[in-house]
């Protein structure tokens, strides 16, 4: 096959004789290289196709003849013989590679960016082409040795990179480099710079990576090496040089613009001109330099920003922190440390008289705080959660301790739950139900960090029944919707007593119906009364503390609804809650009065007015006697008679024992309606004592429950566990102390509840 | 089961085994049923006419009778031994069963030895320790109740913890003292069972630790020995100076 083509080509070189064939092929190699432009004319590229398949081919056909043994007589000839061709082309490139590092001397900087991407370029086309031309030693020859295992054999191409680098690259990369780096400094310092030319290079240099194993892959281990690693050096001290002018001559903030400034920059230059390999470490190097070596500085001004309220500044802190690791953290704790301070001070600015601390003002002061932290976290924290549990770990620190938990540890919740009231009670200042929504909605916010919701609990199921039994609540929907958030905040077994009170007058109102048809159809005459009937233990109520011997009126009526409800649900027993009953009397003794007044009154007043119904003058012993009633209960009730002007004391004697009471014939008042029924401060206080002491009994039934139930499901566990187990269960409610769930823990081995099985482990005794 | 009741003593135990069953247990019931005959009175049979327990001044008898110190810890011992729940009273079936599972003969002679053995026994055994120490809180406390007089415990830790056989008492520390002064001091209450346990257990480490080392806070002892741990510490007792040293290792 060879032979019949190679007739044709009169300057065909003697096929097997290398430097005859070499010399012709030099030839045409060295037109390729340097004058490739020119072209190439088809006779050429024949022409030194074929001498190179020729000189490949020669000894193969000697080879075929075995016994001839011509030439170097080994059978392997062919193999040598492309050996030498590989060998020459390797001298060759060698020898033109050199000449270029010779001419390279006599360019620097710029002009030597230029001639090197100008020799690289010419090169690497070159070599496509030579590649091409040199095929069949490719195919053959190469491939042969490749398969072999031989080191340092390469196609032709890869082999023109081999030796670039070698022989060029080894000499010229670090000036080209300094040239590189010397365009990048300039154009940092804001000059305009052809960056095409930092691009070449890079893409030169990252054709030099070859993969020793494998050559059709590349590697970027030279690109790492030669171009990587001076960039990023170079950038580390461009930057600290110039951060640390930068920050002695400006303030902090200003520095963190240009800080933010030059990382966009940067980002901005990989995509430009560089290769993506760069980009994260390149934003690393930048991390260090620009934001981690000045994080002192920059933690120390975020108090100075937050004092100041500087929300774009601290977004920016906050976006250039969170660059580098643990940036973040020495801010979170100065952020919850403000907070906590800013909280504390915002209660202690309300403060200055805990007793008479109206709630809202005490609510309003912890929502600010937190209102305006929250939001600082959301616009300029980016809403990390990290922050939010700092917020939250702040706020529940100032909720829970401040100025005014100082006079009891159970304030917060109770002024929460009387904010509560004084929400969902009737009032003249009416809310509008949307605003109500909002604003309780808030409530739920100071709530969450409430450690104590069992005290809460307490405070608002009471002032529920309250609001309930003296239905002045402002609205179901309104009190529907609160319970519901607790429900929602705390569980169904939060609310249950709360929602059985509801239940409870829903189940009254359907009963008072029934009642006046019952008593319609018997046709009795009656009193326009209303009862409620409260399921005990839901209802945090206790029977009076004082007898009492109702009027006959209301007695006779009072015995009607017992019979008919006895009649209803048999077995139930019914206790009269006298000292939350009210009714309202109409006046017909007083002169001068237009229209009658209407007394608004409790039972009890209403058993000392009627007495005057039979006798102009009742001493306070006669007084005591009809109505049973205990000093306690009598002498406000008479107080508040005596005040409003409704009763005298004759002979201008003081309230009490020995004192004689007659009617005030010339009452007088602007409203035709006098409400009577109005509570005692001290009553309400005692209240308030009352529940307080409550609530440390119940804790103790409900840490010793837990306990029970606990150990009834693990039956033995040890003690530091059941411990923690307990806390993690109670926590719901109030944050129990250790000491307190020992000294349960002793009271269930008391009991026998428990046994203490070796020294640490409890066990449960069923 | 033999080996728990003999206290994991082995021979003991072996021996308990041997002896219950079959017709020897038949004839050591009714041999140990005569001894304790032998020490009911009149006196006793006004207050049980059955004649199954035994009061105060037969007890005393027989304490003598064996050997007994009964102003010291040997008096538990016997009282263990015979399943007393109270140090005024014995009952038949605590005598007969106890006796019985002693595994020893049922005469006197023997008896006293195995009451030797048992007090020799006591120091080099802290498990049996253990078990005697419990039996004096049960002996101790009064039918309805289920604490110790307060001091009745104090006499009780007197008597086994400020013993030849066991010295609740360190280098620089007579524990013993510390303890019932504190007591003494802050603590109104009787003592119940976990507390008089406790307190052994409570002993036994600080022997180990003078320094109260191995307290922690969050320990499964009762509040009144943390209470006393801290009331230490105020005082400079045993922990302060190694308090010190630890918190320059955290």
Redesign the interface.
Known sequence: MPPVATLGMPSQPVRDDIDNTWEYLQRGITKIMLNLQEGVDLNTYMGIYTAVHNFCTSQKAVGFSHVANINTGSHRGAHLLGEDLYKKLTEYLTEHLKRLVEQSKAHTDEALLAFYIREWHRYTVSAKYIHHLFRYLNRHWVKREMDEGKKNIYDVYTLHLVRWRDVLFAQVSEKVMHAVLKLVEKQRNGETIEYNQIKQVVESFVSLGLDEGDSSKTTLDVYRYHFERPFLEATKLFYQNESKQFVAENSVVEYMKKAEARLDEEEERVKVYLHPDIAIPLKKACNQVLIAEHQTILRDEFQVLLDNDREEDMARMYNLLSRIADGLDPLRSRFEAHVRKAGLAAVAKVATDADKLEPKVYVDALLEIHTHYQGLVKRAFNDEPEFTRSLDNACREFVNRNEVCKSGSNKSPELLAKYTDVLLRKSSTGVEEAELENTLAQLMTVFKYIEDKDVFQKFYSRMLARRLVHSNSSSDDAETSMISKLKEACGFEYTNKLQRMFQDMQISKDLNTGFREHINTVGTKSLDSSYSVLGTGFWPLTAPGTTFNPPEEISSDCERFSLYYKAKHEGRKLTWLWQLCKGEIKTNYIKNAKMPYIFQVSAYQMAILLLFNDKGKNTYEEIASATQLNTESLDPSLSILLKAKVLNVEGGEKNGPGATYSLNHDFKNKKFRVNLNVGMKSETKQEEVETNKTIEEDRKLLLQSAIVRIMKARKRM???QL?SETINQIRTRFVPK??DI??CI?IL??KEYLE?ID??D?GYLA | RYLKNANFDLDTAVNLYFNSSGPVDEQTNEKLGQMFDGLVTDEDRQADPQGNSIGAQSMEDYMKLLGIDMTGYEFFVALDIVQANSFAQITRSGFVEGWKESGVQPDMSAHKRHVRGCIDRLPKDPAYFKAVYRRAFLVGKEAPQ??LEKETALVFWDMLLGSKVYRWQTKNVNWLETWKSYLEEKWGRGV???MW??TL?FANRTLEDETLGFWS????W??VI?DFVLWCREHGIGGSKSTDGMEVDY
């Open positions: 040890k003690h530091q411990v250790v000491s020992k000294k002793e081995l008391d203490r020294e640490d409890i | 289920k604490a119940n069972k976990d346990n406790q257990e806070e969050d320990g499964a009762p509040g943390d």
